[in-house]
């Protein structure tokens, strides 16, 4: 140890020693009261008061933060006005609200083909006489 901090810590035991004699530690002193600002609190927290406060209803709560579905007007004011839209963008309009997953979609139809005859009208006399033709006969 250096002689200067032997010298500090000498001092320091002189001065601790002249304390007064009835309070031994520091523990035991009187403490004084903490005095907390005002500020730190906040603006207007000292009063307890429900004056202005305005009781909201549960039910329009919930209501006001319900989804709104909107398509009823909307293709009404389509409708309504001197334009009117081909169906084709209507459809449109209708298949990008259904939504974007296969199972909002429904099933695609299937063109029906026109449905042909693979015989002819020759065909169909020839049938008719061999057919009739028995029956007669009988």
């Known amino acids: 140890m250096s002689a200067s901090l032997l010298r500090k810590g000498l001092e320091l035991l002189e001065t601790a020693a002249g304390h007064q004699p009835g309070l031994s530690s520091p523990q035991q002193r009187p403490r004084k009261p903490l005095k907390r600002k005002k500020a ?3 603006p207007g927290r000292d009063k307890t008061t429900v004056k202005g406060k305005v009781t909201k209803s549960a039910i329009e709560e919930y209501r006001k933060h319900q989804a709104v579905d909107h398509l009823k007007k909307n293709l009404q004011y389509m409708t309504k006005g001197r334009f009117t839209a081909d169906k084709t963008i209507t459809q449109q309009v209708l298949d990008q609200n259904r939504g974007r997953k296969s199972r909002d979609r429904p099933p695609e139809k299937p063109k029906k083909k026109s449905e ?12 008719e006489r061999e057919y009739f033709g028995r029956a007669g006969a009988v």
């Open 40 to 42: 730190a609190r906040g």
């Open 116 to 127: 042909g005859t693979v015989f002819t009208e020759e065909d169909f006399r020839k049938f």
